[in-house]
T-cell receptor
Framework: GEDVEQSLFLSVREGDSSVINCTYT??????LYWYKQEPGAGLQLLTY?????DMKQDQRLTVLLNKKDKHLSLRIADTQTGDSAIYFC????????????FGTGTQLKVEL | EAQVTQNPRYLITVTGKKLTVTCSQN?????MSWYRQDPGLGLRQIYY???????DKGDVPEGYKVSRKEKRNFPLILESPSPNQTSLYFC???????????FGPGTRLTVL
């Protein structure tokens, strides 16, 4: 299977932490990605994690990977209004070709 | 600057009028893909290419054609557009299959 699932919306207050969750199905993926899409723009790679890692920290971003449960999360500390965007988790499709299987995207709204 | 460019960024057309959306990358990437983004569905791959003259169908290829005559260009062709092809289209490229993909800014297409 190749379904990647995310909740559609998340609203937080400025300064709080945001946690965006994702579940995936292909346990053989070597990488898992988080992309950010700002309004009217394309997707930019935000961060990624190797499948042999449990956690990766990059400044305000923390990625947690639970391979047993096939659960990926992205935590944004001290969320700012500039973090308002749609966040997609993605995994490479291992069935051939060159495809990333994307989740539906989580729209993060940061309120003052 | 390393980038993926798409043209046009916005297009409104009528049913049945052939159109082409261009995509170009300057990173010498072998792999290129076209995705469409629809609300609640995330991104779905339309076609991909592994090298010059090598293309294959993605998840939703019906109604689309592509060509890869040069490494840097990967145009998307809609021979007879229909309203259900109204969507936001992204071109992407990557150096290695399944690795990070670099996205263009998107083309918003409306078919009346």
């Amino acid at each position: 299977g190749e379904d990647v699932e995310q909740s559609l919306f998340l609203s937080v207050r400025e300064g709080d932490s945001s946690v965006i969750n994702c579940t995936y199905t292909d346990s053989s993926s070597t990488y898992l990605y988080w992309y950010k899409q700002e309004p009217g723009a394309g997707l930019q790679l935000l961060t990624y994690i190797f499948s042999n890692m449990d956690m990766k920290q990059d400044q305000r971003l923390t990625v947690l990977l639970n391979k047993k449960d096939k659960h990926l999360s992205l935590r944004i500390a001290d969320t700012q209004t500039g973090d308002s965007a749609i966040y997609f988790c993605a995994e490479p499709f291992t069935g051939g070709g060159n495809k990333l299987t994307f989740g539906t995207g989580t729209q993060l709204k940061v309120e003052l | 600057e390393a980038q993926v460019t798409q043209n046009p960024r916005y297009l409104i057309t009528v049913t049945g009028k052939k159109l082409t959306v261009t995509c170009s990358q300057n990173m010498n990437h072998e792999y290129m893909s076209w995705y469409r983004q629809d609300p609640g569905l995330g991104l779905r791959q339309i076609y991909y290419s592994m090298n010059v003259e090598v293309t294959d169908k993605g998840d939703v290829p019906e109604g689309y054609k592509v060509s890869r005559k040069e490494k840097r260009n990967f145009p998307l062709i809609l021979e007879s557009p229909s309203p259900n092809q109204t969507s936001l289209y992204f071109c992407a490229s990557s150096l290695v299959a399944g690795n990070e993909q670099f996205f263009g800014p998107g083309t918003r297409l409306t078919v009346l």
